[in-house]
């Protein structure tokens, strides 16, 4: 899970792959650690713990775009990335198995439609950081995700709603440059209602807990 300490050891920083990752990795002040590391930040200390969230509905469209199609793009060239745990999780789903060429895995992502993706949510969600509910973060978490302690949330800011003068304030986050930004652009087949709500009701605890309409 993505956590951040600020190197002068004055804030801590959560959010959840598909947030705002990308752009808080280019921080040269923010250090990424892991659960145990950031644990003993916590108890060493009160400093404040900002945690970004976002819209689950945008952020799964965001993941959709990206690992399913923009990376399938780049499949059999030296710029892909290789087959990540955001894949495997469906492989078993797709009838692929880790041995497939990666052409065969390629069609098979392609042929995954959102609607799909979706169905397939409530079995994948906790076993990847790009599908992963966010209240997770509320609590340290290490072997399977069991809970160890409270993460001590003192600020929750929402990422449609970010006031970057505050940011760069109070954080010292530019979040002027957005990297790694997944297109906007509206498309039929992520904007369906029937299919917004369903993935609404798999992120209900989301919803709820950060002022996301279900």
């Known amino acids: 899970m993505p956590r951040f300490l600020e190197r002068s050891g004055r804030f801590l920083v959560s959010t959840n792959m598909k947030v705002m990752y990308s752009t808080l990795t280019a921080h040269e002040h923010l250090e990424e650690v892991d659960e145990w590391a950031f644990y003993r930040a916590l108890r060493e200390g009160r400093r404040p713990h900002l945690f970004l969230t976002r819209?689950?509905?945008?952020?799964?469209?965001?993941?959709?775009?990206?690992?399913?199609?923009?990376?399938?793009?780049?499949?059999?060239?030296?710029?892909?990335?290789?087959?990540?745990?955001?894949?495997?999780?469906h492989y078993r789903h797709l009838g692929l198995r880790e041995t497939d060429p990666d052409e065969r895995k390629r069609e098979a992502f392609l042929g995954m439609t959102f609607e799909r993706f979706v169905d397939l949510l409530p079995r994948t969600k906790v076993w990847d950081g790009h599908l992963r509910p966010q209240y997770l973060l509320e609590q340290i978490r290490v072997k399977r995700l069991l809970p160890v302690a409270s993460a001590r949330i003192t600020h929750q800011r929402r990422m449609e709603e970010l006031d970057p003068d505050e940011?760069?304030?109070?954080?010292?986050?530019?979040?002027?440059?957005?990297?790694?930004?997944?297109?906007?652009?509206?498309?039929?087949?992520?904007?369906?209602?029937?299919?917004?709500?369903?993935?609404?009701?798999v992120y209900a605890t989301d919803c709820a807990r950060y002022g996301y309409s279900v």
């Not at 945008?58 to 745990?85: H, I, N, P």
């Not at 954080?171 to 906007?184: C, I, M, Y």
């Open 55 to 89: 819209d689950p509905h945008a952020r799964a469209v965001s993941a959709f775009k990206d690992k399913y199609r923009r990376q399938m793009e780049l499949v059999g060239t030296e710029a892909f990335w290789g087959w990540q745990r955001a894949h495997r999780v």
């Open 167 to 201: 940011l760069l304030r109070d954080w010292d986050l530019d979040v002027g440059q957005r990297r790694n930004a997944t297109p906007r652009a509206k498309d039929p087949e992520y904007e369906d209602p029937a299919i917004v709500a369903r993935v609404r009701a």
